[in-house]
């Protein structure tokens, strides 16, 4: 999903459902805010998440 402009936090809560997610990358997801990063609070098998250049705050990432 890298660089993928058309990624917004609906899509977000969908990936969210995917419970088997273990890697994501969301890295220049520009459209991403805190919301919809938190809807993927749910994937307890997530290893890795790569978030280089998003808009996510400190604060969205520590409610993570």
């Given at each position: 999903l890298q660089v993928c402009s058309?990624?917004?936090d609906v899509s977000l809560q969908y990936l969210g459902a995917a419970k088997s997610v273990q890697h994501i990358d969301l890295s220049w997801c520009r459209?991403?805010?805190d919301s919809g990063f938190l809807s993927l609070a749910?994937?307890?098998n997530l290893r890795y998440?790569?978030?280089n250049g998003c808009k996510f705050t400190d604060a969205g990432v520590e409610r993570f």
């Open positions: 058309k990624i917004t459209k991403l805010t749910p994937l307890s998440i790569g978030l």
